[in-house]
């Protein structure tokens, strides 16, 4: 256990810091989640609305520097791939 104020608060800081991280990147998980669901219905109209919402918030998580903005762009375009994909099938 540390035992300098500065060490301790620093302990502190990176719980708050991790249990936010863990929250965004759940969040960013679970919309992603809702695409492909849609996706596997095969309703493209639904996977449509799903991706729009997706997108900011993966957007946001780049921002955050919870993702990274390669990662980031391979989903968005993965996924919109995919949802094109399903006009064409």
Known sequence: MANIA???KR???TAKRTARNTAR???VRTFIKKVETAIAAGNQEEARE???A???EIQRAVGKGVV???TAARK???LSARVKA???A
């Open 11 to 13: 302990i502190r800081q």
């Open 76 to 78: 968005i375009s993965r």
């Open 68 to 70: 990274h903005h390669n």
């Open 25 to 27: 990147k759940s969040r």
């Open 50 to 52: 799903a991706l729009r």
């Open 86 to 88: 399903i006009a064409t």
């Open 6 to 8: 500065s060490a301790r």
């Open 54 to 56: 997706a997108q900011p």
